[in-house]
C-alpha cells in the first residue's frame, strides 16, 4: 500500500500556544488540483481570537439551519489544527483542463504546506501583472472587502443590474478603522468614483500606513468623528454627515460613533467582527430618530436577489482589478512583514501578547 501524502498546517494546541500539526491529504479528483504553499497571509483579527480562546465558537454552537448561536454547546474546541484563508499555491497536480502545472492560485485553505483544491473550491489564477504575493487577496479577503461595497449598492442603488461602485459613486464616505479590511474597502471605494474617501482610527501607525496609501485620514484619538464629518459635509438644513460608513472595527462603540457621523437616512455596511457583544450600542438615539440603517455584508453571501449575477468569482475579479491598479503601493505599503513559515508560531504568539505590531503578516513557504 502507498502512504497516504501529508501536509504541515499552522494551528493552535492549546491558548496562546500555536504549533504545526500533520494533516493527511486525499487524493486530486476529476475537477480538482494540488498545490504547494508559497505565501499564506495571516488575518490578525480572525486568528487571534483562535490563539487567544475567544472566538465565540468555543462557547457557542452556530446552528445552520436556524441560523442562531446556541449556548452552552462548543462548535470548536482545542486544539485548532487549521485557520487562515488567504493562500497562494502552485499548481503541482491538476485534473482540471483550465489549470496548468506550474501555474500561481489565490485560494482559502489554511497555512498549510500543500492543499488539495476541489471542484467547488473557489480557485482564482494570479495576474501575471500582479506581484504573487499579492495573490494572497484573491479568495476571500479582496472579495469580503468588495462585498462591502456590493452591499452599498443594493441598499442605495437597488435593482437587478447593480455595478460594484453604484453605492459609492459621488458619495461621501468614511471608513472606520485602518487594518487590512478597511484600507482595501477604501481603495475600493476610491477606484469606484467615491465622491470623497476617510479612514478614521486612533492608531498613528495605522493611519501613518493609511496616508502612504494617497488615503486622507481622521485620527479618532483627538477628534470625535462624528463632529468632524458633521462639520466636513452640509448638505442641507438639519442634513449633515457621510453618507455612508464602512464599519470596519470590531467595538460597538465605534459602530455607535458611525452611526452618529451619517447623515440622516444614512447607511452603516458592517464588516467587523464583534467578538464581545455590542455593550455600547445605542439604539435609542441616533439610529432612531434619523432613520439610520445598518446593514452587515458577510462574506458567506451577496445580497439577496444578486445571485448569481454576483458570486465569489466575481468579487475575486473586481479584487484582481484594484491589485492591477494599486498593486505597487500595496505590495510596499501593506504588506509590512514577510515571515518565514518556521517562524510563524514565534510570531504570531507575540501578536497576541501586543509584544509586536503588523499591517499584513505573510508567512512564507518558499
Same mark, same amino acid.
Given at each position: ?54 472566538? @465565540? ?25 487549521? /485557520?487562515?484563508? /488567504?493562500?497562494?499555491?502552485?499548481? $503541482? ?33 494570479? @495576474? ?12 476571500? /479577503? ?23 461602485? +453604484? ?51 481622521? +485620527? ?43 447623515? @440622516? ?36 453571501? $451577496? ?31 501593506? $504588506?509590512? +512583514? ?29
Amino acid at each position: 500500500m502507498t502512504a497516504a501524502r501529508t501536509c504541515r498546517s499552522l494551528g493552535v494546541r492549546a491558548p496562546f500556544e500555536p504549533a504545526f500539526f500533520e494533516l493527511e491529504l486525499p487524493e486530486v479528483e476529476d475537477g480538482g488540483v494540488r498545490v504547494v504553499t508559497r505565501w499564506s497571509g495571516l488575518s490578525a483579527g480572525t486568528e487571534l481570537a483562535y490563539v487567544k480562546g475567544t472566538d @465565540p465558537g468555543f462557547t457557542s454552537y452556530r446552528d445552520p439551519d436556524l441560523g442562531v448561536f446556541v449556548p452552552g454547546r462548543a462548535s470548536r474546541s482545542f486544539p485548532v489544527r487549521a /485557520m487562515g484563508y /488567504m493562500e497562494v499555491g502552485e499548481v $503541482v497536480e491538476t485534473r482540471r483542463d483550465d489549470v496548468a502545472v506550474g501555474s500561481l492560485v489565490g485560494a482559502a485553505y489554511g497555512h498549510r504546506s500543500e492543499h488539495v483544491l476541489g471542484p467547488a473550491d473557489v480557485l482564482v489564477p494570479v @495576474p501575471e501583472d500582479v506581484d504573487p504575493v499579492l495573490g494572497i487577496y484573491l479568495a476571500q /479577503m479582496g472579495p469580503i472587502c468588495a462585498n462591502g461595497l456590493l452591499h452599498a449598492a443594493a441598499e442605495l442603488a437597488p435593482g437587478e443590474d447593480v455595478a460594484l461602485g +453604484d453605492g459609492v459613486r459621488d458619495r461621501r464616505v468614511v471608513v472606520t478603522g485602518a487594518g487590512v479590511v478597511a484600507l482595501l474597502s477604501a481603495l475600493l471605494a476610491q477606484e469606484h468614483g467615491a465622491a470623497e474617501v476617510v479612514v478614521a482610527d486612533p492608531d498613528p501607525r495605522r493611519l501613518e500606513v493609511a496616508g502612504r496609501l494617497g488615503l486622507e485620514t481622521v +485620527d479618532t484619538s483627538a477628534t470625535e468623528l462624528w463632529r468632524w464629518a458633521k462639520g466636513r459635509w452640509r448638505h442641507g438644513p438639519g442634513d449633515r454627515g457621510a453618507d455612508l460608513v464602512l464599519q470596519c472595527r470590531g467595538q460597538s462603540a465605534v459602530l455607535h460613533e458611525a452611526l452618529r457621523a451619517l447623515r @440622516p437616512q444614512g447607511t452603516v455596511i458592517d464588516l467587523a467582527f464583534y467578538q464581545g457583544g455590542a455593550a455600547d450600542l445605542r439604539l435609542g438615539e441616533e439610529f432612531h430618530h434619523n432613520g439610520l440603517t445598518i446593514r452587515c455584508a458577510q462574506i458567506a453571501r $451577496v445580497p439577496r436577489g444578486l445571485a448569481p449575477s454576483w458570486d465569489r468569482q466575481r468579487l475575486a475579479a473586481e479584487t484582481a482589478r484594484l491589485l492591477r491598479s494599486r498593486g505597487e503601493d500595496l505590495r510596499r505599503v501593506l $504588506v509590512t +512583514d514577510v515571515v518565514p513559515v518556521d517562524e510563524a508560531p514565534a510570531a504570531i504568539l507575540a501578536l497576541a501578547r501586543r509584544e509586536r505590531a503588523t499591517t499584513q503578516m505573510v508567512l512564507a513557504f518558499d
